[in-house]
């Protein structure tokens, strides 16, 4: 579990990034973290693998106080994977990029292997293993990172912006990879722009404006909060605009649900007959 | 006459064993939003390269056919004389910011100063463009100390300064979240407005739906398919293939299989919610 208490986060210069945050993160969940650009999200999960430390309160991952550890000992149990793919990158080819922290912490190379091959199938970035990083397209340089962190085995693992540029099978990739880590009971914590995705693959999102945690709910309860959505400077998805457009109940967010309530309507009118002749 | 022409081009990068673009044909028309989609890898960048003369100007490899900008093939344009034709703008706003200004406001007339343009004429432009995107709050910060939105509104101010004929923009919205990309779309909407030819690669095809005129599906290095955003953004095939619909679309489809009454696939959200009460009183 990673627990942050009253968690105040203030840089050198003075600046507050992140005031008063309170949340949990069970073993094996998995939760979005949504907001506007500097809403102090990536501040707020730099908190978890004590990138940052927090000014007051505490941040306790798995029964350590993040105070009292250092970063190399928290790394153990979170992996970071950056927002921007290149500030993480340093290795001549892919397969060394993913095996370089494996090699440095002196596992037997039937383990290197194990967990290299592991990575990269959830990742799927096989084809790329000879080449180096920085000639791969954005999209799949953000695949090896992934590969990178989840290659460590953390218990936690933090993805930032993941969704950034990715086409629909880079999607698709993520999800996949985000079930089979929750079947292995690791938690998935991930700051996401996209909204569909946030709708179509969490159930439980933490909504952050103005460097505090404003909402931490379901997806459909989030989406339709007006004031957290107005306060968090989001969009909800589509289907939730619609149904919200055409007086529907029950904080519709999925096109099954749009699709089934539109068509109970239409039977519960045909059944009643009408009243809007015209 | 069309704008932009590229008459059976293929193009490979320097030591890459695949064909970046193959063989492709299209004429693009003055004045036109056209919206450029498909997978990763497919030969969207690779296209926006080659129209703005990167290809073959600063990347070498291995180019063939036409590419035809106002009728004049690529390779007999100067380069400095393609950047003051065309506009680029990054996908990465952080490749954009020139890094050697301590200003928004120099950087912004950065552009106007390399092209040696008259001192005055510079600054009323840069005004201009200041009061248009509203970055008034902006001028006097540091570009390295703004965030993701604020980088990309001014990546786009700085090219917007140079006024171009024809611009060619990235998946300008990739890093940012939902409100700033609504703030680059509306700049995006008013460049339409103005007439301006522009190509636009972006994977949000909700966003693709409301604004293009013609739409551009890349797959393999080639062009899979075009035509009217309601034609092609309304196929469900292309899910299959990789491309993403926009949702409505998926919902319309999902309707007709439950035979509930839908004239066409709707492709934006005001469509849908017309289909949909529609759908409602036809039924009466």
């Known amino acids: ?83 921007n793919p290149d500030e993480q990158i340093f290795n001549s080819t892919v397969a060394m990029e993913v095996e370089y922290m494996l090699k440095y912490r002196k596992l037997d190379q039937k383990d290197i292997d194990r967990r290299r091959d592991r990575a990269v199938e ?92 404003i909402a931490d709910d379901t997806a459909d309860n989030i989406f339709w909060n007006a004031e957290v959505i107005k306060e968090a400077r989001i969009k909800e998805p589509q289907i939730g605009e619609i149904a919200k457009e055409l007086g529907l109940k029950g904080n519709i967010i999925h096109r099954r649900d749009l699709v089934d309530a539109l068509s109970h309507q239409k039977k519960a009118f045909i059944r009643g007959g009408s009243n809007e002749k015209e | 006459m069309s704008y932009i022409e590229l008459k059976q081009v293929s193009y490979q990068y320097p030591l890459a064993s695949e064909w970046a673009l193959n063989d492709v044909t299209y004429s693009f028309e003055k004045g036109k939003l056209y919206g450029i989609i498909g997978a990763n890898r497919g030969g969207k960048t690779t296209l926006c390269n080659l129209v703005r003369g990167f290809i073959p100007h600063f990347y070498q490899g291995e180019l063939m056919g036409q590419v035809l900008i106002e009728g004049k093939d690529i390779r007999e344009w100067e380069n400095h004389q393609l950047s003051t034709e065309i506009g680029y703008i990054f996908q990465n706003p952080f490749s954009q910011i020139s890094g ?41 910060k540091n570009p390295n100390n703004l965030s993701g939105g604020q980088r990309q509104r001014v990546a786009f101010a700085s090219i917007i300064v140079m006024n171009h004929d024809i611009l060619v ?97 709707p492709i934006t959200k005001s469509q849908a919610l017309e289909q949909i009460l529609k759908g409602g009183k036809n039924d009466d």
């Open chain 1, 122 to 213: 959830l990742t799927g970035i096989q084809d790329y293993l000879k080449m180096n990083p920085l000639d791969v397209p954005y999209s799949l340089r953000k695949f090896i990172t992934i590969a990178v962190v989840l290659a460590m085995e953390t218990p936690y693992i933090i993805l930032d912006e993941p969704t950034a540029g990715q086409d629909l099978q880079g999607l698709k990739t993520l999800s996949n990879m985000m079930d089979a880590l929750q079947d292995e009971g690791r938690s998935v914590i991930t700051i996401t722009h996209d909204m569909e995705f946030v709708a179509d693959h969490f159930t439980r999102v933490v909504a952050m404006a103005n460097k505090q945690i």
């Open chain 2, 100 to 140: 050697v200004k301590e200003t928004v406001f120099e950087e912004i007339a950065l552009g106007l100063e390399n092209l040696g343009v008259d001192k005055d004429e510079m600054i009323e432009r840069t005004i201009q463009v200041v009061k248009w995107l509203k970055l008034e709050d902006l001028i006097k």
């Open chain 2, 169 to 265: 923009i990235d998946e300008p919205t990739s890093q940012l979240d939902p409100s700033s990309t609504a703030e680059v779309f509306e700049i995006i909407h008013m460049l339409k407005e103005q007439k301006k030819t522009i190509l636009l690669v972006e994977h949000k095809v909700e966003l693709i739906a409301e604004y293009a005129d013609e739409v551009l599906v890349f797959e393999k290095g080639q062009i899979a398919s075009y035509g009217s955003p309601a034609d092609i953004l309304s196929r469900k095939d292309l899910m299959e293939r990789g491309i993403s619909i926009p949702s409505v679309a998926l919902l319309g489809h999902e309707m007709r299989e439950k035979n509930m009454a839908m004239d066409s696939i």
């Open chain 1, 1 to 83: 579990m990673i627990e942050l208490k009253d968690v105040t986060f203030a840089y050198p210069n003075g600046y507050i990034a992140n005031e008063n945050l309170n949340l949990v993160i069970n073993n094996g969940e998995r939760v979005a973290i949504i907001g506007q650009n500097g809403a102090g999200k990536t501040t707020a999960v730099k908190l978890m693998n004590r990138l940052n430390k927090p000014t007051t309160g505490d941040v306790i991952v798995d029964g350590n106080n993040t105070k009292e550890r250092t970063t190399a000992q928290i790394s153990a149990y979170v992996g970071y994977v950056f927002q």
